[in-house]
Structure formats: structure tokens, C-alpha cells
């Protein structure tokens, strides 16, 4: 009878030797390797005839949008969509803004299927709340400030909402 031990070795020794690729390298070395800032993360503003959109892609996944603000063509109207927060029956009220600069957006838990949507009057500081790193919260969520839009990009965007 082998003894536990040597086992152990045996299996760790197997282990060791399949885990090389012909090169004789183990096979984590061949990883692809972590990217400090994904390029696709940040802000992005489109513009159609329907308005414009300001959108936070995330750094973790960038296939995902944190926060979407629209601003309907001829509307003095902004919505401001949080597409990774479910709704709250009970909750009506999404808060935007940083600081001091805050605006309160209604809330319509039974109009948008699976996110988050606040809409109001387009707040006369968002050009300020975007330029410093807009936050949003709603009822026990909280998404922190996002970093500041650049400067041409909230220019844009506050351009096309006016």
C-alpha cells in the first residue's frame, strides 16, 4: 500500500507535468493579460433626430451601461435610466446629481420593465452635476460618483437638451 503522502507528490508531480504546453510553460502563463483601462469605458454622447443620449459605459463590463440620461427633442424633459437597478414598488423618487447640485426625478416603477427610469424637467445645473461626477440614488441604492463628463462632451450634450 502507497502511503497518502506519496500520493499526494505523485498527483502534484502528474499535475505539474500536464499542465505544460509543448513550449513547457504552464498553461495560467499564456493568459491574456489584465487591461488597467478597458478603451470602450467613460462617457459617450449620440445624437439623432429623437434627441440625445449621454450613457456611462463601465469599466468592468464594457457591454454594460451604468447610467443613461436622454433628453427628448422639443421636451424640456431628461430621463435618467439606471438599467442594472430593479424597481421598487414602493419607491418613486431617483435623485441625481453631486454635492449640493441635486435634482428629483419621478419614478414610474410600473412603466419600465426590469430598470430604473427617473424623469423631470431638465434641472438647470446638470451642465455643473456632469462636469463634477454625476450620482444617482434610489431608495436603498446608491451608485456613486461617476467620473466627470469631459468638458466638449457635456457641452454637447447640454446643447442638444436646450
Not at 449620440?46 to 447610467?67: C, D, H, I, K
Not at 428629483?104 to 426590469?114: C, F, I, K, Q, S
Request: charged share 20%; net charge negative.
Amino acid at each position: 500500500m502507497v502511503p497518502q503522502k506519496v500520493k499526494a507528490s505523485i498527483l502534484a508531480a502528474l499535475l505539474t507535468v500536464g499542465a505544460c504546453g509543448e513550449g513547457g510553460a504552464p498553461e495560467e502563463a499564456l493568459e491574456e493579460p489584465a487591461m488597467a483601462a478597458l478603451p470602450d469605458a467613460g462617457w459617450r454622447f449620440q445624437e439623432s433626430a429623437n434627441g440625445a443620449r449621454l450613457f456611462y459605459v463601465s469599466e468592468t463590463n464594457p457591454a454594460s451601461q451604468v447610467m443613461i440620461l436622454t433628453c427628448p427633442i422639443g421636451v424640456d424633459r431628461l430621463i435618467v435610466r439606471l438599467p442594472e437597478v430593479v424597481p421598487v414598488g414602493s419607491e418613486e423618487r431617483l435623485t441625481i446629481g453631486h454635492g449640493n447640485d441635486l435634482a428629483v426625478l419621478m419614478v414610474d416603477p410600473m412603466r419600465d420593465n426590469g430598470s430604473v427610469a427617473g424623469r423631470g424637467p431638465i434641472p438647470d445645473n446638470l451642465d455643473t452635476m456632469l462636469k463634477q461626477g454625476i450620482a444617482a440614488a434610489y431608495g436603498s441604492y446608491s451608485l456613486g460618483d461617476l467620473p466627470a463628463v469631459p468638458g466638449e462632451t457635456s457641452a454637447r450634450f447640454i446643447s442638444a437638451c436646450s
